[in-house]
């Protein structure tokens, strides 16, 4: 008898840890494929994009000419700061970041919704771009100034909002854009996102870019005065690629409709309102 209790007692303490296990495995399943804090020195690594791309795009928005070209695509990210020129910033990583152009900087991570806010340079517009825009003022360079929200419904879909002001009040105004985006991946190594979203803008804005002064109109330029209000700008549409070719190489390209919306739509210089645009390029990555 006391062998046989011995026994039973030995079966007793050998199966409790496997029956504890048993019964704590869907809870450490959970916590398992919960996210994981970043790392104390996450934020002391970098990761830099450097590659090109050919872009084709009207000269402006409304315009029936086209121009192609080739421009650099640059991204660094150090920390929450990023540096971003030619869309580089997207390529930084897989995910819904988009990281807007210029230097930005995550101001607020709070469960799915983030803040940022950024500095970036705003080329303005010549007179020279295009043969409808000649002899109309020219639209100065400027720095402008954005601040962004962005909420990640789940890892696929994302609602983005920006702001962005002109800093130095060279008549550059304000716009908010907002747009929806979804992204997936086709293949390990491939993902698609579609985006669609509109633009609003401020007078100030639609007027410099939209309008015909009246000291201008039958002066210098053979357009009818016109003067804009602010509102709605403009609805898009795009289709973004990225594949690795490589563990560092990244080929992408995507294309984007778009069409002039309320007064721009109106405007004189809204010769083609309904527009399109291409692009194709190739970054080497590093080192993420």
């Not at 046989?4 to 019964?23: D, E, K």
């Not at 971003?84 to 970041?97: E, H, I, P, T, V």
């Not at 983005?160 to 747009?179: C, F, K, N, W, Y």
Request: hydrophobic share 40%; proline share 6%.
């Amino acid at each position: 008898m006391d062998r046989m209790h011995r026994y039973r007692s030995f079966l007793r303490l050998s199966c409790a840890p496997a029956l504890a296990l048993m019964l704590a495995q869907p809870a450490l399943a959970q916590v398992q494929l919960r996210p994981q804090p970043p790392a104390a020195n996450a934020e002391s690594g970098f990761t830099w994009v450097l590659g090109a791309s050919v872009n084709n795009s009207p000269s402006y928005a409304g315009s029936t000419a086209r121009s192609t070209g080739v421009r650099p695509v640059i991204g660094l990210e150090i920390g929450r700061f990023t540096l971003s020129a030619g869309g580089g910033g997207s390529l930084l990583d897989f995910d819904l970041d988009a990281r807007d152009s210029g230097l930005t900087a995550r101001l607020l991570q709070w469960d799915n919704l983030r803040l940022s806010g950024g500095l970036r340079l705003d080329g303005g517009r010549k007179g020279e771009d295009d043969p409808v825009l000649r002899g109309l003022p020219d639209v100065e360079r400027t720095l402008r100034g954005r601040l962004s929200a962005i909420y990640d419904f789940n890892k696929h879909l994302s609602v983005r909002s920006t702001l962005s002001q002109d800093l130095l009040g060279r008549q550059g105004g304000a716009t908010l854009q907002t747009s929806a985006r979804y992204e997936f991946l086709i293949s390990p190594r491939t993902e698609v996102g579609l985006a669609v979203g509109f633009t609003l803008a401020n007078a100030t804005y639609m007027r410099s870019y939209m309008g015909v002064p009246a000291s201008a109109a039958g002066l210098t330029t053979p357009l009818p005065a016109y003067q804009p209000g602010g509102g709605m700008h403009s609805t898009q549409v795009g289709l973004e690629v990225k594949t690795l070719v490589s563990d560092r190489w990244v080929l992408f390209g995507g294309v984007g409709y778009q069409q002039l919306r309320g007064d721009a739509r109106r405007s004189p210089l809204a010769v083609k309102p309904d527009n399109y645009n291409v692009s194709i390029g190739l970054a080497y990555r590093c080192c993420r």
